[in-house]
């Protein structure tokens, strides 16, 4: 088939062979002898886009983007004309990301400028909004990290996108987000033109200095990329409530939403959707770390019999944002190992923190050791180029295995601190990793919203299990190594067996994120944590609902059972500690002091101490009596 360049003509696509287009009779032609347009993709009044074949390359689908103006005033023709151009060398010099088209070729034919790019097979997130409606926060947090990492090196090639929004957003076929149109020759026909000059975006997703002034900053792209955010947690065009608002409307988004979200995201969005820029995230790298100060959710605790802590030692000391849930007894004669992440101090001695993007660029992970009454730093790893969500150590005390955002697993010598392996297979960051009681399998939840199980002795993927639709975010293990729980922001969780990876049953009572999972030690228990404010007690054996603990004012972020199977301890966004009588359901107390959403919680395996961990920055240490 072959398609007609006419830019006047509704672009029939008509049979090989055929010399001249039916509708407008103009010749039909292959550009260049070589890319042959198929079919039509649309456009507007400065060109059209179509799709089309490479003969070079087996006709290798690509796209062709058309520059034929219809207008003839002369300042606005020559602005447009450099932006087509301007576009042809962002993508040449941007082309080489993954998840930017690549530039194809830019070339002049029959009086008219073409642009051929790669071709992206998936679908833009405007269509995928009308298809499947509003996304989720979980999606929504997805779709944050992976256009801010794509945004931190378009901003670094000193490139300014000016004009995010769902249309320009691809979702590949492998769950890839790809940003696209880096210039501004489509986007021109919604512009607004004034005596300062030419103003380019999208009405509702251009911010005031872009619209008013003509000018864009990185601070420009974040706030679209607010406006962007807003339209598919909400399904309403910002441009609906800016006619009506102006931009007014940025100060009270949250009446529009169909279903609240996060404190933590909420205040995201607030800062992105800034009506002035100097008031906005100045660059990428703040969002990211905003975004990934969110709660990263632990590896539950797993049976702690072998694990000696002298009563007078048993306090520990945990970092906030995702505690390492398990110690070991070492060889070396510490009586307590914390793994830690993001920068912070504690009683006068540096912890370095896992989960502040940022702050660190090698993203270490540090090894805290007490012996007697010290507590110094033992050792620092790196090798993770983004943040490490999760740590667990095997049963034997001799192996660490740290998930990271960059989509990695790396084990590693715990008496060394020597990488053992790198395990590759996510294509998402991971979110939690956990060791069966055995020692020989390793398990990682993901954002591409599957589990792996791994042969910890040599690296080796076993099997990847699929059934939840969002990313998999907390990891459990019972104590006899046979049941594996999951939790999603599809608001599930998933019983596994561990051995087969056969599905065992769906546990459906939640009415959003599962936030966190904890087993007792006797196996028969399972809680759940919510972002709808609910903790729920299971029977791990029949997958029924014992109860619904409901007295939390906010989500609940994690939870952890005591050694004898009697407290459930439930951390909060209400920032408060409850202790409830695993038993009964009963609320024993709620523990007050932290300022911002109690993260994390780990209590010790005599079970005397719990440990908090805040986005206030500080760690409290409880007596349990």
């Known amino acids: 088939m072959l398609c007609c360049l006419n830019p006047a003509c509704h672009n029939p696509s008509v049979p090989d062979g055929e010399k ?40 290798e689908k690509c796209v062709i983007k058309q520059f034929a103006p219809q207008v003839q005033e002369t300042a606005a023709l020559q602005k447009a004309t450099e932006l087509f151009e301007q576009e042809a060398r962002r993508l040449q010099q941007l082309g ?23 071709f992206i097979d998936g679908q833009n997130l405007l269509k995928e909004l009308q298809q499947q409606g509003t996304f989720s926060e979980g999606k929504i947090r997805d779709l944050l990290q992976d256009l801010l990492n794509i945004l931190q090196v378009v901003h670094q090639q000193k490139v300014i996108h000016r004009d995010i929004k769902p249309e320009n957003i691809i979702q590949r076929g492998d769950g890839k987000i790809v940003l696209i149109d880096f210039g501004a020759s489509k986007q021109l026909t919604k512009t607004v033109m004034t005596a300062q000059g030419t103003t380019i975006g999208s009405f509702g997703y251009a911010p005031l200095e872009q619209m008013q002034d003509g000018e864009a900053y990185p601070a420009s792209d974040l706030y679209s990329l607010g406006a962007t955010c807003f339209h598919l947690l909400s399904g309403i065009h910002p441009w609906q409530l800016w006619k009506s608002q102006g931009y007014g409307w940025v100060r009270n988004w949250r009446q529009h939403l169909q279903q609240a979200v996060s404190e933590e995201l909420g205040q995201i969005l607030d800062k992105l959707l800034q009506e002035e820029y100097q008031q ?40 906030p944002q ?48 007490s012996k007697d009454s010290d507590v110094f730093l033992k050792r620092t790893l790196t090798g993770h180029s983004s943040p490490v969500n999760s740590l667990a150590i095997s049963p034997d005390g001799n192996t660490l295995a740290s998930g990271s955002s960059d989509k990695t697993i790396k ?88 051995a087969t990876g056969e599905q065992i049953r769906t546990l459906i009572g939640h009415s959003d994120s599962v936030s966190s999972l904890a087993i007792s030690p ?57 202790l409830w009588n695993l038993g009964t359901g009963e609320e024993i107390r709620t523990l007050t002091g932290h300022s911002s959403p109690v993260d994390s919680l780990a209590i010790s395996p005599d079970g005397k101490t719990l440990t908090s961990g805040s986005g206030d920055f500080t760690i409290k240490i409880w007596r349990l009596k």
Do not use: M
Request: with cysteine.
């Open 20 to 59: 001249y287009c039916p509708n407008c009779n103009v010749p039909l032609v292959i550009l260049r002898n070589r890319y042959r347009p198929v079919k039509s993709l649309g456009g507007g009044g400065f060109g059209k886009t179509y799709l089309a074949e490479d003969t070079d390359k087996l006709n």
């Open 96 to 118: 080489e990301h993954p998840q930017i088209p690549t530039l194809l070729a830019y070339f002049q034919e029959d009086s008219r400028l073409y642009l051929v790019q790669q």
């Open 280 to 319: 906005r995230y100045q660059s990428v790298g703040e969002v990211l770390q905003d975004l990934n100060f969110q709660p990263v959710i632990a590896t539950p605790v797993l049976p702690l019999a072998s694990t000696v802590i002298p009563q007078s030692r048993a306090s520990i000391l945990l970092a």
């Open 322 to 369: 995702g505690f390492l849930k398990k110690l070991s007894k070492q060889n070396f004669n510490f009586r307590k190992i914390l793994l830690l992440g993001a920068a912070i101090t504690l009683v006068g001695t540096q912890i370095y923190g896992y989960v502040r993007y940022g702050l660190f660029p090698t993203n270490p992970i540090s090894i805290i050791a």
């Open 411 to 498: 084990l590693w010598n715990l008496a060394t601190g020597e990488e053992i392996r790198t395990l590759t297979g996510h294509s998402h960051r991971i979110h939690s990793v956990a060791i069966s009681p055995d020692g020989k399998t390793l398990v990682s939840g993901s954002s591409d919203k599957t589990i792996k199980l791994w042969n910890l002795a040599i690296g080796e993927e076993i099997r990847t299990l699929t059934g939840h639709s969002e990313s998999v975010d907390s990891l459990a293990i019972s104590p006899d190594g046979k049941i594996l729980a999951t939790s999603s922001y599809d608001n599930t969780i998933e019983l596994w067996n561990l």
């Open 522 to 578: 006797d196996g028969k228990t399972l809680a759940s944590s919510s972002w709808d404010n609910t903790i729920e007690l299971w029977n791990l054996t029949t997958g029924e609902e014992i109860r619904t603990l409901t007295d939390h004012s906010n989500r609940v972020i994690s939870v952890a059972i005591s050694p004898d199977g009697k407290t459930l301890a439930s951390g909060s966004a209400d920032k408060t500690i409850k």
